[in-house]
């Protein structure tokens, strides 16, 4: 942030214009008319006075200047031997985020070589009133022109705010999608830059559905994908997101699922790696949950059929009322017990009598409350 004394030529450039309305200065900086169609465009930045720059105060055409310029805030905002204009270009990268196309380069058309979508964006920044035509930006753009349906919807909606219903409806369309076809392919720990970068490219229509999912194949199984954007893959080779990752985590959630933490636990990471080899085939996620199905029935064949989170629902809303909520991992013995155990009535007095042996708080309570109904108020504890 720069200080009134920092303001001299040698810190922050000279302004181009400066203007005084209502006892208020202002500093004005031409913004190059290449980025702006060969519209006379500012920035302007509020100080307090005028300070020395040489430069003759304007006192004729403030209203015109003011209407034709980006305010940019106070002049302390300026930061000390930055240029204003780097600040102008830092935020139109940063817009240029969620629209892509305003720093890409016509390559063919007559306005090959420019950046004809930026200018006209500047453009609307100074004329908010006169929204620009799409045949206006046909005839200045091959990139615009070029834009597929969906794309154009992006680009629309974009334009009209993240507060529009247009806007709205195409990021919840996007969002279901994606998550529709990683929920497909089993993907349950996809890392978020990864999910990020092909919502972005789905939602502005870069990426129609089927490519959409041919990068997602990409993901699940490279070794056999021949379909997917290079951009896509270098970001997973960038960071280091591996397949095998996304797998072996997919693989940890099957097992707790399938056969409980206490199981799944015991696996070696070398082994969840080799079962995870199962989801890089057709159908793997029917093929691991089949075979974890199997170890299932093995193990409860009273239960067959079901799978640990079914089962552990089932017992523990039993077991609640006696001893509050089990711990999967260190109540499994007594869980398993109760897996084993098919009669609801003998599953509660087994949890009954396992509170009691462990001086189980949630027991001791409800055991005092019973006393105290049959035996009156006087009778007000239980010794577990």
Known sequence: MSQASDWSDANVPAPDKVGIKDGKTYFFYQIPTSLTGGQVGYLS??????????????AGSIDGLLDNSFFAGDHLEIEVGVNPMQSYVERIKSVA??????????TTGPNAGKYALLSLFVQQL???????????YLAASDIYAGMNDRQRDYFSAVGLGEDSAAW?????????????LMESRGFTDVPKSVQEFVYTKYLSGEWNKDFLGENL????????????????????????IGVNNINSQTTKKYLQSYLGGNIANKYSQEEIQKMSDILNLPNGNQLLAGTLQGEWDKLFP?????????SYTLVNEIAKPWVGDLNEIND????????????????????????????????????ATQAQRSFGSSYRTVDT
């Open 45 to 58: 930045y509020q100080a307090p006075e005028a300070y020395n720059f040489n430069v003759d105060v304007d």
């Open 217 to 240: 194949d990409y993901l699940k199984s490279p070794n056999t994908s021949t379909v997917f954007d290079k951009e896509f893959a270098d970001l997973i080779e960038g960071e280091a």
């Open 97 to 106: 985020r969620v629209r892509p196309w305003l720093l890409k380069k016509e």
């Open 332 to 367: 499994y013995g007594f869980i398993v017990d109760l897996m084993n155990t098919d009669d609801s009535n003998e599953q509660g007095k087994k949890a009954r009598m396992w509170g009691l042996s462990n001086n189980n708080q949630t027991t001791a309570n409800l055991l």
């Open 302 to 310: 009273n239960r067959a059929g079901s799978n640990w989170d079914a």
């Open 168 to 180: 709205k409806n195409l990021a919840q369309e996007a969002t279901i999608t994606v998550a529709s």
């Open 126 to 136: 100074f004329e908010p009133n006169k929204p620009i035509s799409q045949e206006e």
